[in-house]
């Protein structure tokens, strides 16, 4: 009787070990990996843009002169960015990546600058959004959104401040004013998942913020998503579109 007991109590004892390392240990699914952008090699620019001429070239012609863009794209760990270089101009639209961090200079020429003294959490790269319509990225796999760090170029951010780009053609924010970003998630068939919008300056409701830190975005609602596409909207927008530089910087990508 004792000897029957001892593998009952025994085999109880294995089930329970068993359930608990069950209930214990974390799947490879709930491990969390950090897109840095730190992998992206900038070479002496200090940011990459596209003018490398590695993607893929077309051409157009626009009031008479030929335009040649290249459609190219970098990569930071699973995750693809794509970007346009436009060859006849010298400008650039979707994402590019910086380690940029001059808070001071106005204007255009000072682009490729997060108004911040490092990427987030004091590294050296990040990416930088331009979209004149979108911007978009894509993971190679499907993954559990979690969150991403976001904060204002220094060339967005002296717009909304004082209204000042170095041109004369934005206004300075006051009550009632906003800019935001739009982060849209898409699935593995290409349907869209879900939205988040983050104000980089509000002016409503007796508010005067204006993002100047690195600030966390939680993605989660967008769900297991493919790839991402960002825009932006701004209040001061004139006949020609928006008026506020549309640009804004990202940081550490979260996903599952």
Known sequence: MDMKKNRLFAGALFIALCCLGFTGCKSDDDTETVITFEDVNLGTTGFWNGNDLT??????????????????????GILTCNNVYNATY???????????????????????????????????NFALLCPFDSSTCSFSKAVDIQSLMINNSTYAYWALKDGKDGYGATTKFKTGDYFYI??????????????????????????????????????????KIKSMSFKMKSTDTGD?????????????????
Request: one cysteine or more; hydrophobic letters at 25%.
């Open 182 to 223: 739009t982060i849209t998630g898409f699935d593995e068939n290409g349907l869209k998942t879900d939205s988040v919008n983050y104000y980089l300056a509000d002016f409503r409701d007796g508010k005067s913020y204006i993002c100047q830190n690195w600030t966390n975005v939680s993605l989660t609602t967008l769900g």
């Open 55 to 76: 993607g893929s070239p077309s051409s157009y012609v626009l009031w008479g002169q030929t335009v040649t863009e290249y459609a190219g794209s970098f990569k930071s």
């Open 240 to 256: 020609n579109g928006m008026n506020t530089p549309s640009y804004a910087c990202i940081d550490n990508i979260v996903y599952k």
């Open 90 to 124: 010298g400008s650039w639209s979707g994402i590019a990546c910086s380690s940029h961090t001059n808070m001071d200079s106005i204007g255009y020429r000072n682009q490729y600058s997060v108004y911040a003294s490092s990427g987030a959490s004091g590294s050296s």
